[in-house]
C-alpha cells in the first residue's frame, strides 16, 4: 500500500463567495488587508431615474455665447408661426414641402431631396 498521511486534509473545490458577501464592506477591506487589487466603482444615479436630468455640460451647451450662438431667420423672411417652427425643430410636426422650401430659401440651404445640406442655386426659377 502507499503512504498516505491521514493528518491533511485535500481541499478539491472551495465556494467562492456569493455576490452580496463580495459586495460587502468587511469583504472589500479584508480583500485589501491581504493586498488584493481592489477596483470599485460607483454607478451614476443608480436607482433613481435621472435619464432626462439637466447635467453641468448640458448647461453649459444651452447657454448662448458667441461661438456657440446660432444664426436666427426673422419671421418675416418665412411668415410662419414660431410655434411650427419649434415643432418641426423638435421632431412634433410632420414637414409642410411649402413651409420646408421657405425655410431652405431662408437660410440658403437644401433640406429635401438628394442635396440635402447644399447650398440653394440662385437662378431663375422654371415655370
Known sequence: MAESDWDTVTVLRKKGPTAAQA???QAILAAQRRGED????????????RQHSITKNTAKLD????????DRVTLEKINEKPQVIADYESG??????QVLGKIERAIGLKLRG??????IEKGPRAK
Do not use: C, F, M, Y
Open 38 to 49: 481592489v477596483e470599485t466603482s460607483k454607478k451614476w444615479a443608480a436607482g433613481q431615474n
Open 92 to 97: 412634433r410636426a410632420i414637414p409642410n414641402n
Open 23 to 25: 459586495k460587502s464592506k
Open 63 to 70: 447657454r448662448e455665447t458667441e461661438e456657440l450662438h446660432h
Open 114 to 119: 438628394k442635396d440635402i445640406g447644399k447650398p
